[in-house]
């Protein structure tokens, strides 16, 4: 029973166009999400989050955009750069007593930006 | 400087045995996390520790079992290796364990289980 899902493996695009990741979630309790970046032999490192009263949240070339109403957020990146390539995990934090911080993780969806 | 760091990076070893992953964080932080990278890519969390108390404690089998010294440190044994356990282990760490905050990950350990 997986509540976060990024239903593409793989994404590829060219160097400065945009790059779209998508993820779905099925608890419309969750009430923050995060995106990580992951390199090989590496391990993730936090990139951008929302928290569930948005619907974006921008940081340089990052935006986040959450729909809450079709539970699915998407990573923009633009200009995608060939040290974008890496492989990004949605998560999502549900607040509570017993949460303690607990993320839950999408299976990653991996990017390539092609030069 | 590393801010999370895991040893060993790899481990192969035979059904059966017992092994350790250890990992330490000098961020000051708080709260500590097991995650486990299994084969279809999930991360999925096994343990939780805050200030060396267990906070949470997934459905995971006995065989492992969490250690935490002080709160700069937490390993994780494993008994009675399977073939399933074969997988990255991650560990994690952040301010607290009160909110979504970051959480700064270690380079991972790839446990392969012959």
């Known amino acids: 029973d997986q509540q976060v899902k990024q239903n593409s493996p793989s994404l590829s695009v060219q160097e400065g166009r945009i790059s779209i990741l998508n993820c779905d979630y099925t608890n419309s309790m969750f009430d923050y999400f995060l995106w990580y970046k992951k390199y090989p032999a590496e391990g993730p490192t936090f990139l951008i989050s929302?928290?569930?009263?948005?619907d974006k949240n921008e940081d340089g070339r990052f935006t986040v955009f959450l729909n809450k109403s079709a539970k699915h957020l998407s990573l923009h990146i633009v200009p995608s750069q060939p040290g974008d390539s890496a492989v990004y995990f949605c998560a999502a934090y549900l607040a509570g007593g017993t949460s303690y911080g607990k993320l839950t993780f999408g299976q990653g969806t991996i990017l390539t930006v092609h030069p | 400087d590393t801010a999370v760091s895991q040893t060993p990076k790899y481990l192969v070893t035979q059904m059966g045995n017992d092994k350790s992953i250890k990992c330490e964080q000098n961020?000051?932080?708080?709260?500590m996390y097991w995650y486990k990278q299994d084969s279809k890519k999930f991360l999925k969390i096994m343990f939780s520790?805050?200030?060396?108390?267990?906070?949470i404690n997934e459905t995971v089998p006995n065989r492992f079992s969490p250690k935490s010294p002080d709160k700069a440190h937490l390993n994780l044994h494993i008994n009675s290796l399977e073939l399933g356990d074969s997988a990255v282990y991650f560990c994690?760490?952040?301010?607290?364990?009160?909110?979504?905050?970051?959480?700064?990950f270690g380079p991972g350990t790839r446990l392969t289980v012959t």
């Open positions: 520790y805050n200030n060396k108390e267990l906070i």
């Open positions: 929302i928290s569930s009263i948005k």
């Open positions: 961020l000051g932080h708080d709260t």
């Open positions: 994690a760490s952040s301010p607290s364990a009160g909110g979504p905050y970051e959480q700064y």
